[in-house]
């Protein structure tokens, strides 16, 4: 994991972290190996802090 790429996930809001994880492309770097792994415990950890999940999905876009 680069350093750019665990700044990137620490300072993501999860609204920006799920939107990724929706939109990205197959094989993003983002979501492979380590750095993969880091970003599934935040993206975690993030939506255990967010208020409706489900409201932040329908905001980027995914099930409307």
């Avoid at 790429?5 to 380590?34: C, H």
């Avoid at 599934?40 to 255990?48: D, Q």
């Avoid at 967010?50 to 905001?59: A, E, L």
Wanted: with cysteine; hydrophobic share 35%.
């Amino acid at each position: 994991m680069t350093n750019e790429e665990k700044d990137w996930i620490d300072n993501a809001t999860y609204d920006e972290l799920i939107s990724k994880w929706i939109f990205a492309k197959v094989g993003d770097p983002l979501f492979q190996s380590e750095t993969g792994v880091y970003y599934g415990e935040v993206m975690a950890e993030k939506k255990k802090q967010c208020y409706d999940p489900v409201k932040v999905s329908k905001r980027v876009g995914w099930g409307v």
